[in-house]
């Protein structure tokens, strides 16, 4: 352990993914997930996740993007990446991040079903760097002129099931904002730190 430890103290560059916002602690089950990461590169892969979204209509492809990026901004967890001790969260400033988008429409039913099922396959067996980020990414799958599928893949160390509920509600309510349906604003999401703190809180009280 010592010894992957201190090659990746060599190797490790905080600001690889661009200006540090905050430092946040990690809580007990990221570093679990964290360690095996670094016992086992294979086995992180279990912590991979992703969601599909079939989008029917025509797309404003330039409101997607830019509620995705705004789903990334309110989340602090979204724009982390993890320390080389697995004991710290480095959350990076906000940017524009790129949808990259796949033409899958003019190819005819059977290549174009084999190209979505490796596309879904790659979602989830392609590693992410923990140390670098970004933990969270975006695939548009352009089948029709009026059928997309967004593909969300993220790591399980910054992002479970609840939070997915969460991420495609907000980036339903953005996108109807950002091609200008009259929506309430949303609330300011809750901060990833505050639960931290709370779970470090509740771990140190005495039963």
């Known amino acids: 352990m010592s010894t992957i430890l201190d090659n990746d103290l060599q190797d490790f560059d905080p600001f690889a993914a661009g200006a540090i916002e905050r430092v946040i602690g990690t809580t007990e089950a990221q570093r679990?997930?964290?360690?095996?990461?670094?016992?086992?590169?294979?086995?992180?892969?279990?912590?991979?996740?992703?969601?599909?979204?079939?989008l029917r209509g025509r797309l404003d492809v330039v409101a997607l993007?830019?509620?995705l990026d705004q789903v990334v901004?309110?989340?602090d967890a979204l724009r982390a990446a993890v320390s080389v001790d697995g004991m710290q969260l480095f959350v990076h400033e906000a940017m524009p991040r790129d949808l990259p988008i796949d033409h899958l429409e003019s190819l005819q039913r059977g290549p174009r079903d084999e190209a979505l099922a490796r596309a879904r396959a790659q979602a989830v067996s392609e590693p992410f760097d923990l140390g670098e980020g970004p933990l969270v990414r975006a695939l548009l799958l352009r089948r029709g002129e009026e059928l997309h599928e967004l593909l969300l893949s993220a790591h399980h160390i910054v992002c479970d099931g609840w939070s997915w509920g969460r991420i495609i509600d907000e980036l339903g309510l953005l996108y109807a904002q950002a091609v200008g349906v009259d929506i309430e604003p949303l609330p300011e999401p809750d901060r990833y730190e505050d639960y931290?703190?709370?779970e470090a809180t509740e771990a140190a009280s005495p039963e």
């Open 196 to 198: 931290v703190q709370w």
């Open 73 to 75: 901004e309110r989340h």
């Open 32 to 54: 679990e997930i964290w360690l095996a990461d670094r016992l086992s590169p294979q086995a992180s892969l279990a912590y991979n996740e992703s969601v599909s979204l079939v």
């Open 65 to 67: 993007r830019t509620a």
